[in-house]
């Protein structure tokens, strides 16, 4: 057995998926993968993203609550771009909000950050 293998598939709580499907789509520019009443799927090439009702995440994780939206982030998901600042403009001209950048950070790379419609963090970096 051989631990850890790759992450291929990440569970994002939402608050409301045809919103949250909607926003993937347009600002990264994916077709949805699989969906259903509860969920929509984007396929990154080597990760899944389940954008995943929150009310339904209870059953996946309990005991542990499903945390809330307003409550802040607590992660950060980061995709590798070839032109952080051209990419900037394109997640701008698809309906994102930059929380910052691009700018160059002291450990060498160039980033942007911005967020989903239930304050998911994406970040994209060269």
Known sequence: MTFPGPITAITLFVDDVPRARDFYAEVFGLPVHYQD??????????????LLQAEEGRGLIE????GRSVDG??????????DVD?????????????LNGPQDR?????????????????????
């Open 73 to 82: 982030a607590t992660a950060q998901y980061t995709i590798t771009v070839e």
């Open 37 to 50: 009443e509860a969920s929509a799927v984007f396929d990154f090439g080597n990760t899944l993203i389940n």
């Open 106 to 126: 002291p450990w060498g790379i160039r980033t942007a950050c911005f967020r989903d419609p239930d304050g998911h963090v994406w970040e994209i970096a060269s």
């Open 86 to 98: 051209a990419t900037a403009e394109l997640v701008v001209s698809r309906g994102a909000q930059l």
């Open 63 to 66: 005991p542990a609550l499903v």
